[in-house]
């Protein structure tokens, strides 16, 4: 059982450039998040989907998009990347959005922009 | 504002003695509660959580105590093994809200030799 796997691991990118990072999870969850995670920071939000077919911003959703291309993937793309996105940025899945119950993490994609 | 701290941002002990690692929260709202591990390189893996009609909860090897009165959460982890060396997150969210768990930012648990 795969869990939530995330690809690329790892990616460097000049300042302007843009990608799409991939995630997809395999548990049947309804609901799926990206985070970023900077030192000291702890784990931001940076948009949600909660079912197939909506999304939502969290707390820091500048700079990034997102689209749930069906009820396992869920991507985040950078258009214009900037130094200030140098982060790590974890997927995570839910059984549901609005229910007490654990969120998965994949193990992340290190970026960097420079 | 809201907010999810833990008291100290490293911790070490002694293999086989007992951990504790602590989190304060904010928001009175807040009735569910959760911890994460996270090792070097790896995304934050569940723990344990806990809902705010208990305040206490036990797992294997690990204790999650929930203080409301004092919005205080506490994590505890017997006989600490070189595995558990990680750094340790809380979160919280108001049931049934729109809002998503909020995570504090870790405490770095070191076990040593």
């Known amino acids: 059982n795969a869990g939530v796997t995330q690809t690329p691991k790892f990616q460097v990118l000049k300042t302007g450039q843009s990608m799409t990072l991939q995630c997809a999870q395999d548990?049947?969850?309804?609901?799926m998040y990206w985070y970023r995670q900077d030192p000291g920071m702890g784990l931001r939000l940076i948009y949600y989907?909660?079912?197939?077919?909506?999304?939502d911003k969290g707390e820091v959703p500048n700079g990034y998009n997102v689209s749930r291309l069906n009820k396992r993937e869920f991507s985040l793309r950078l258009e214009s990347a900037a130094p200030s996105q140098t982060s790590v940025y974890f997927c995570?899945?839910?059984?549901?959005?609005?229910?007490?119950?654990?969120?998965?993490f994949g193990n992340g994609t290190r970026l960097t922009v420079t | 504002g809201e907010s999810v701290g833990l008291h100290l941002p490293t911790l070490s002990v002694q293999e086989g003695d007992n951990s504790i690692i602590n989190c304060a929260y904010s928001?009175?709202?807040?009735?569910?509660f959760i911890w994460y591990k996270q090792e070097s390189g790896k995304g934050p893996q569940f723990i344990i959580d806990i809902r705010s009609n208990m305040d206490k909860r036990q797992g294997q090897r690990v204790t999650v105590l929930l203080n409301k009165t004092v919005k205080h959460l506490s994590l505890q982890i017997a006989a600490t093994q070189p595995g558990d060396s990680a750094v340790y997150f809380c979160a919280e969210k108001p049931t049934g809200s729109a809002r998503q768990l909020t995570f504090g930012s870790g405490t770095q648990l070191t076990v040593l030799p």
């Open positions: 548990m049947n969850h309804n609901s």
């Open positions: 989907s909660a079912s197939e077919g909506t999304t």
């Open positions: 995570a899945s839910r059984i549901t959005t609005g229910d007490n119950s654990p969120l998965h």
């Open positions: 928001n009175s709202a807040s009735d569910y």
